[in-house]
Nanobody, 120 residues
Framework: QVQLVESGGGLVEPGGSLRLSCAAS????????IGWFRQAPGKEREGVSC???????YYGDSVKGRFTFSRDNAKNAVYLQMNNLKPEDTAVYYC??????????????WGQGTQVTVSS
């Protein structure tokens, strides 16, 4: 059974950092492209970052230079290091698998999400 579980969210002050984790079971995470998304209340879901199976990584303009996507094949997990957080980064963050090895935008399995709140 394919499962993704996010963790690492929480409350942080502006300028702070968090590292989100997305642990996979039932399949090898490095076989597919993996994406991070976020959705704030009243807003549409936004793509944050995507990593293809060969490690190429893409970032949304709003997080470029602040967020870093990494993968640990041994742990079958991916991570999103978020630095210099801003109040506008507040959202529920999700990871999802693409149906392909490259970032096609055809998303398959989703995690349950983890809340990130940036506030003083």
């Amino acid at each position: 059974q394919v499962q993704l579980v996010e963790s690492g969210g929480g409350l942080v002050e502006p300028g702070g950092s968090l590292r989100l984790s997305c642990a996979a079971s039932g399949f090898a995470l490095d076989y597919y492209a993996i994406g991070w998304f976020r959705q704030a209340p009243g807003k549409e879901r936004e793509g944050v970052s995507c990593m293809s199976s060969d490690g190429r990584t893409y970032y949304g303009d709003s997080v470029k230079g602040r967020f870093t996507f990494s993968r640990d094949n041994a742990k079958n997990a991916v991570y999103l290091q978020m630095n210099n957080l801003k109040p506008e980064d507040t959202a529920v963050y999700y990871c999802a698998t693409d149906r392909f090895k490259y970032c096609s935008g055809s998303w398959g399995s989703w995690g349950q999400g983890t809340q990130v709140t940036v506030s003083s």
